[in-house]
């Protein structure tokens, strides 16, 4: 038989979670999430499952079609499972099932049942609790409001019956979930480092005359040899003017002679993302355009990251993104004007197109507000880790600019973890500069 890495979950681990989720919310409180269900592909294949990440985080229970109900009663926190029930044929088919048993042996629950007892059971655990928080992203619960009415229209009319409010789970767990705990800034870092091998394969395999599939298989080669077995989101490996798409997936040309490559990147490990773009020349050699802007790309990524320490306020490394960028793109004459007007109109968006960055963990744009119920742009705190990455693009049809600029999409991308002091960029390991590049790919050989 193969041998895998250890799958042990660590119940205390989430045990811990879920005790920091019922301390922040209210007494009486109830939590009820709905796990993935299983997605079909085409007739009987389906698609690889993915667990959903506020139920993971909470549960470490990684099976579909599954609900869990949270709760504290006299300071005891108690999970409830609902789980599909073993069947021996559909496992040999499929793979391993808990059934309620597993869920309360290796997860942790405290009761477990098969799923078609949620109802009933749901009915009876609310009673006494007026706060009722849910978490069912797919829409996968049965109807929670007609369940309740049901309950208050069976309560005899001489019992006092409870007005219950429906929360949505997320306004109290995604704020805590962009904090990072060291265990997850350790699977953040695996998942960094695996890519940063990942691209540096890639650029090494990377010619004229290779097709951006081949370059996409090369990542997954090598993010393979490093234990990560997926991405955290669907390859980009855009070749000239696809890389004006922001989120091009086809992966399916070939690279021409002159031709930047951008690739956008990331592995997963133990369900959180790294994710990291580079833009390199197929040549590898950039001609004086590309290299042009591809320091001016990085400039205003360099100017962001000085900034990043606690107490920054989120929307601080946007804004010197695009001063950076308008400035630069004023002096290459590819904007017109001085920069307060380039600035006050906005003109620079034409080629900068996006905003310069994300929460990153086990979504790779994970949750978590970016500004707080006033309004004001959230401040960055030790353990966030968020990705920046600004870019320009000039697509071939951008007529009014010179022919040396058009066609180009430049993104480069690091994963920033932000420190007591300032800020690690876990990426930067990865060549980023143009020399940098050029001296990285000069050392490779390549099939041409
Ligand atoms: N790879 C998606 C993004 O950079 O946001
Ligand atoms: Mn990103
Ligand atoms: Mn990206």
């Known amino acids: 038989m193969a041998s895998q890495m250890s799958s042990a979950v660590d119940a205390d681990l989430h045990r811990d979670r879920r005790r920091a989720l019922l301390d922040a919310l209210p007494t009486g409180s109830l939590v009820v999430m709905a796990a993935y269900s299983q997605k079909v592909r085409s007739k009987n294949i389906k698609y690889h499952f993915r667990q959903d990440n506020d139920f993971l985080y909470l549960t470490g229970f990684a099976e579909p ?31 391993k099932r808990s059934g309620p048993q597993g869920a309360i042996c290796d997860y942790g629950a ?29 829409n996968r619960l049965p109807n929670l409001w007609q369940l309740i009415n049901r309950e208050r229209f069976q309560t005899p009319f001489d019992v006092p019956k ?18 990072k705990s060291q265990a997850e800034i350790g699977l953040i870092r695996h998942a960094v480092n695996a890519s940063i091998a990942g691209h540096k394969a890639l650029m090494q395999a990377a010619a004229p ?19 990560c077995v997926d991405v ?25 002679e002159g031709e930047l490559i951008l690739v956008d990147a990331g592995a997963e490990y133990g369900h959180y993302s790294a994710d990291i773009t ?38 601080i490394l946007y804004e010197t993104c695009m001063e950076v960028m308008a400035k630069g793109l004023i002096e290459l004459g590819l904007l017109q004007g001085s920069l307060d007007e380039v600035m006050k109109s906005e003109s620079y968006k034409r080629f900068t197109v996006h905003k310069t960055g994300h929460w990153l963990g086990m979504d790779v744009h994970d949750v978590g507000p970016y500004q707080d119920g006033s309004g004001n742009w959230r401040a960055l705190e030790p353990d966030m880790v968020f990705t920046i990455e600004p870019g320009i693009y000039i697509p071939a049809d951008a007529m009014d600019v010179p022919s040396e600029y058009r066609g180009m999409g430049v993104r480069i991308e690091d994963d920033m973890l932000v420190t007591e002091d300032g800020c690690e960029n876990l990426s930067a390991a990865c ?13 490779r050989i390549t099939a041409g």
């Open 278 to 315: 580079r833009t390199f020349p197929a040549t590898g050699r950039f001609t004086p355009a590309q290299r042009r802007i591809h320091n001016l790309v990085l400039a205003a990524l360099d100017a962001a990251i000085a900034r990043v320490r606690p107490g920054t306020r989120w929307n």
């Open 65 to 95: 079609d599954a609900y869990a109900v949270l709760y504290r009663e006299d300071g005891d926190d108690t999970l409830i499972l609902f789980c599909r029930p073993r069947d021996k044929d559909a496992e040999v088919s499929f793979g």
């Open 209 to 227: 005359g290779v097709n951006e599939g081949v370059l996409a298989a090369t990542f997954m080669l090598e993010i393979a040899k490093h234990g």
């Open 232 to 256: 955290g989101y669907p390859n980009i490996v855009a070749a000239g003017n696809n890389a004006c798409c922001l989120h091009y997936e086809e992966n399916c040309c070939t690279v021409n």
């Open 431 to 443: 060549p980023r500069s143009t020399d940098e590049i050029e001296a990285f790919m000069a050392g």
């Open 110 to 138: 405290d009761d477990a049942f098969i799923i078609d007892e949620f109802e009933p059971k749901l009915l009876e655990l609310l009673k006494g609790k007026t706060r009722i928080y849910v978490s069912d992203e797919l």
């Open 162 to 179: 409870a007005y219950r409010q429906l929360s949505a789970l997320a306004s109290v767990l995604h704020p805590m979930r962009v904090i």
